[in-house]
């Protein structure tokens, strides 16, 4: 990671971050020489991104480019079970669960490590939960049914720290998503899987650790999937939509040996009020790729559910 005397300052939206001095941000501006980006060892292909054209938008932030592009991702996703009416307690009127069977929904911890990406490396985690398409009123199953089959599902994010600057005033003024800044190590590789988030103190909110899933290699746009997530931004919502190119993952059912540890904090708060019953998935992906479209108006049911 960058020191001090080796970071500059930019302005986004009226709010100065510091990013690395001659990294992918500081040269670039969100609008990468892909060519250069392939020369970057760490990066296998760019091949999915040369299909994506950016373009220039206005945004909270000022000018800026989209989508965002991570030449190089890995991800730990744990899925468990929660009680449909936690999981109402904690979202918007306007959106519901998704239910897996009745009285049932999904909740998801995640952890990120983007290794290259326009804003340069950091690490997130978050605390969502799997929601319904806000602007139908299908049954739950045969939403997920539809999601499952085009790869392609809803959610709402309750926590989603960030570890540097420039993510958590792109994210949170940007996006609408609820970002801080704090201590945040994720490590992923073919054997183990580490995570670990610190509160406002330095001690542990939240932590994991496993062994990650055997992993299958994909051709880069095998195995593309979305991500549709839904933001209030100044009172009005939003849809975020991602596309995540697998190139190395692998996933594990009832997964043994995971060690999750709850301690003090925001995501250990979220988790808790969501009362899961039981992890029923491991996701484990050590190489991939992710293009994050900002976000657009949407229109989402005025009376509650």
Known sequence: MPTIQDTVEVE????????????????????????EIARDPRVSSVDFFRGLSKTKVDSPIGETFTPNFYYRISTARITMLARSSAIRDRLPAELAPLQVAPG??????????????????????AVGVAVRPARHGRLGFADLVAGLDDDHLHSYVLSLPVNTQIAQVRGHDGYGFPKWVTELDVDIDDTHTTARVANDHGDTDIALSVPTPA???????????SLTSYTSINGAWHSTTSQTNQLSAGSALLPRNLDLR??????????????PIRTVRLDVTTEGQLALHMPVPTSVPATPR
């Open 12 to 35: 986004l939206g009226g709010r100065t971050v510091t990013v690395p001095k001659g990294g992918l941000y500081d040269r670039f501006r969100m609008d990468p020489n892909l060519d």
């Open 104 to 125: 049932l929904g999904l909740v998801s911890i995640i952890f990120f490590r983007y290794d290259v990406c326009d804003i340069d490396f950091y690490t997130e985690a």
């Open 262 to 275: 709850l301690g003090s904090g925001r995501l250990s708060d979220d988790v808790r009020s969501l009362k």
């Open 215 to 225: 992993q299958t290699r994909h051709p880069s746009g095998e195995r593309v999937s």
